[in-house]
Each structure stands twice: as structure tokens, then as C-alpha cells.
């Protein structure tokens, strides 16, 4: 399975910009990126996920390097509750299943939100 | 929709108890997941299911034991706890292509 490296900690000012990078340098072509963030050991919440080109929701943007090899999550102005690990995880499809996969959890970025 | 719930929230076992964690989902969803997330580590699967009926194990399956007789429920059982299964657990849910959805956890201790 692809694996995934994240840095273990960041802190961000709250209003600017958080920048979370990750490596996954041995994803496959048909693997797609997924965003997850845990607050507080609540269940895993999910933010964004992408292929290859880049995308954006209401909660971030996903920028995904042309080689695939690795990805940056950004929340453009972070606040108090983004304060989470957050999460990027390769998905895997799980094959003979149809459209199953799974997802492979690191121990994330521990990101600090502060004041 | 009340989205993926657990039941129960909490729960001290004795080593050697049983128990049986049930997740449920209201989402109509067709595969289902078991995990477990140990203190500063990220959650690793137990086992899954593709469907009703159907049930497949994940990376870390030993001592666990699973059913999903309806697809909105999915079962998680210890036949005898041990105080390595010390964990958080967390259930989830999906339907094809779309994300997984968590539920809130179920935290539970054997002493």
C-alpha cells in the first residue's frame, strides 16, 4: 500500500494560511489522495480528496504536484477549531470487491491554531 | 439522518469478558468498516464488509470477531478481552466511490 509522510506538528497563526504537506511517493495512478482531520479524539472527519488535478471545497484546497508525489492541504484562514491532526491517507482500492477500498491511516500533523 | 452512530460509548471490560460493539448507519450504505486507534497513533482496520452478509479481515483482525446480518448494522465482538484491546474504536461507512463516514467512537478499556 502507499505510504504516506507528514511532518508530526505544525502551528499557524490563526487568519493565515495553513500549508500541510505530505509525501507520498510511491502512490499509484489510479490511487486518489484523501484529506481527513480527527478534533479531539472525535471520529475522523473528512475534508477533501483528488486525483491529480487540484480541488477546493468550502474547507480547503488540495494541491496535488504533477509528478503525484506529493500534496499540500491548505486551509486558507485558519481558526481556532481547525486545531486537529489532520490526516492524508492514499486510498486503496481493495480488489475482487467492486468499488471497496480502504484507507490507510499515518499518525498525521498535529496542527496548532493559535491566537 | 442521524449519519453513523455507536453504541455503547464507553465500557470497562474485565480480561475474559465479552462484549459486542454495534455500529449502525442510517445512509443506506453498502460497505462498512471496523477500526481501532491506539494513543498517538492513526486508526488501523480490523475488518470490513463489501455488503449484507459478506464480512473480510483488515490489518489487524486477531481477537475480533464481526457479522452484518443487516446492512445498516455492523457487529464488532471480543470473545475474551485483553488489556492489549485497550483502544478507541471507531466504526464507518460508505456507499461506491464516496467517502468513508465516521461515527463517534467507542472508547473502551480491560483491565
Known amino acids: 500500500d502507499a505510504k504516506t509522510t507528514q511532518p508530526p506538528s505544525m502551528d499557524c497563526a490563526e487568519g493565515r494560511a495553513a500549508n500541510l504537506p505530505c509525501n507520498h511517493s510511491t502512490i499509484s495512478g489510479n490511487e486518489y489522495v484523501y484529506w481527513y482531520r480527527q478534533i479531539h479524539s472525535q471520529g475522523p472527519q473528512y475534508i477533501i480528496h483528488?486525483?491529480?488535478n487540484n480541488e477546493t471545497n468550502e474547507m480547503a484546497s488540495l494541491i496535488i504536484t504533477e509528478d503525484r508525489k506529493s500534496s499540500t492541504l491548505i486551509l486558507p484562514h485558519a481558526t481556532l477549531r481547525d486545531t486537529a491532526v489532520y490526516y492524508c491517507?492514499?486510498?486503496?482500492?481493495?480488489?475482487?470487491?467492486?468499488?471497496?477500498?480502504?484507507?490507510?491511516f499515518g499518525t498525521g500533523t498535529r496542527l496548532q491554531v493559535t491566537l | 439522518n442521524a449519519g453513523v452512530t455507536q453504541t455503547p460509548k464507553f465500557r470497562v471490560l474485565k480480561t475474559g469478558q465479552s462484549m459486542t460493539l454495534l455500529c449502525a448507519q442510517d445512509m443506506n450504505h453498502e460497505y462498512m468498516y471496523w477500526y481501532r486507534q491506539d494513543p498517538g497513533m492513526g486508526l488501523r482496520l480490523i475488518h470490513y464488509s463489501v455488503g449484507e452478509g459478506t464480512t473480510a479481515k483488515g490489518e489487524v483482525p486477531d481477537g475480533y470477531n464481526v457479522s452484518r446480518l443487516k446492512k445498516q448494522n455492523f457487529l464488532l465482538g471480543l470473545e475474551s478481552a485483553a488489556p492489549s484491546q485497550t483502544s478507541v474504536y471507531f466504526c464507518?461507512?460508505?456507499?461506491?466511490?464516496?467517502?468513508?463516514?465516521f461515527g463517534p467512537g467507542t472508547r473502551l478499556t480491560v483491565l
Open positions: 464507518a461507512s460508505k456507499s461506491g466511490t464516496d467517502t468513508q463516514y
Open positions: 483528488g486525483l491529480k
Open positions: 491517507i492514499v486510498r486503496v482500492h481493495i480488489s475482487g470487491t467492486g468499488t471497496a477500498s480502504k484507507l490507510t
